[in-house]
């Protein structure tokens, strides 16, 4: 008879992690958490993952892919407490949808582009939440804890697909110049729920926009906040440089500096 097989490194996690958990001898502060304590360093360790793949440092990426699994597991160890589910049921229910989810490659369906294939993919989500849970509206399913501009993109998506959309980009744009018409005219009203309520449909239809060119927003609003970032910090050196202090300098001469970094760049 052959010995069993060595416990594998994510078997490994797995008994580290119901060590941590043990109310005896485990770790106080992983014994008080739930998952509700626990979601925010999820969210937390996704984007952390995003950030290592933008830098393209795979050695970083490594390691919050590790964070990012932690995150599963200490879910799941929590869950297997609770009696209702364990980091194997997580497992097989990834297995089972995929597999549900792909016929082309594991049935005999046939999808000839990818277009296709995305429609087939969001037909089969729809189906798999009308029989989960009822729902029936285009819009229903989509997580209200996602980043706003994604959340803001994923239902236009979805409402694109029922037929819900402009016809061209000019139309957007004609959409854009009337919100921001209507921004200024809050401003003038002075009435800030006015004004916030007016800056958030400004907000919806540049998403709307980025989405006809099939943009990301999000990605699109993180470029121009790291081009920004970018530039100010390159400010502050030419302030530096010039032995001023770049705080005390008037507008007008911050605005000169930023014109200087621009003109670099």
Same mark, same amino acid.
């Given at each position: 008879?052959?010995?069993?097989?060595?416990?594998?490194?994510?078997d490994?996690?797995?008994?580290?992690?119901?060590?941590?958990?043990?109310?005896?001898?485990?770790?106080?502060?992983?014994? #008080?958490?739930?998952?509700?304590?626990?979601?925010?360093?999820?969210?937390?360790?996704?984007?952390?993952?995003?950030?290592?793949?933008?830098?393209?440092?795979?050695?970083d990426?490594?390691?919050?892919?590790?964070?990012l699994?932690l995150?599963?597991?200490?879910?799941?160890?929590?869950?297997? #407490?609770?009696?209702?589910?364990?980091?194997?049921d997580?497992?097989?229910s990834?297995?089972?949808?995929?597999?549900?989810?792909?016929?082309?490659?594991?049935?005999?369906?046939?999808?000839?582009?990818?277009?296709?294939?995305?429609?087939?993919w969001?037909?089969?989500?729809?189906?798999?939440?009308?029989?989960?849970?009822?729902?029936?509206?285009?819009?229903?399913?989509?997580?209200?804890?996602?980043?706003?501009?994604?959340?803001?993109?994923?239902l236009?998506?979805?409402?694109?697909?029922?037929?819900?959309?402009?016809?061209?980009?000019?139309?957007?744009?004609?959409?854009?110049?009337?919100?921001?018409?209507?921004?200024?005219?809050?401003?003038?009203?002075?009435?800030?729920?006015?004004?916030?309520?007016?800056?958030?449909d400004?907000?919806?239809?540049?998403?709307?926009?980025?989405?006809?060119?099939?943009?990301?927003?999000?990605?699109?609003?993180?470029?121009?906040?790291?081009?920004?970032?970018?530039?100010?910090?390159?400010?502050?050196?030419?302030?530096?440089?010039?032995?001023?202090?770049?705080?005390?300098?008037?507008?007008? #001469?911050?605005?000169?500096?930023?014109?200087?970094?621009?003109?670099?760049?």
């Open positions: 008879m052959s010995p069993p097989p060595p416990p594998t490194e994510f490994r996690l797995k008994t580290i992690m119901a060590k941590l958990r043990d109310p005896d001898s485990g770790c106080p502060w992983d014994v #008080e958490q739930t998952f509700e304590t626990i979601a925010p360093y999820t969210i937390e360790e996704a984007y952390e993952v995003a950030d290592a793949i933008e830098r393209a440092d795979f050695d990426l490594r390691d919050e892919l590790g964070d699994l995150q599963v597991v200490f879910h799941s160890q929590m869950a297997s #407490e609770a009696g209702l589910f364990t980091v194997e997580v497992a097989r990834i297995n089972d949808k995929m597999i549900r989810r792909h016929p082309h490659v594991f049935s005999d369906a046939a999808y000839h582009t990818a277009e296709e294939q995305t429609f087939a969001e037909e089969i989500k729809a189906s798999e939440r009308s029989k989960k849970t009822g729902d029936v509206s285009a819009l229903d399913g989509v997580a209200n804890a996602l980043p706003a501009l994604m959340r803001a993109e994923k236009q998506k979805r409402a694109a697909r029922t037929g819900f959309d402009w016809t061209n980009p000019e139309d957007i744009l004609d959409k854009v110049a009337e919100e921001t018409d209507e921004v200024s005219d809050a401003i003038a009203s002075g009435n800030l729920e006015n004004i916030e309520d007016e800056i958030g400004l907000l919806f239809v540049v998403a709307n926009l980025a989405r006809r060119f099939k943009l990301d927003p999000e990605i699109a609003l993180r470029k121009a906040t790291a081009k920004f970032e970018r530039r100010f910090k390159k400010m502050e050196l030419l302030a530096i440089q010039d032995n001023q202090d770049f705080a005390s300098l008037s507008l007008d #001469e911050q605005d000169k500096l930023w014109k200087r970094v621009k003109q670099t760049e």
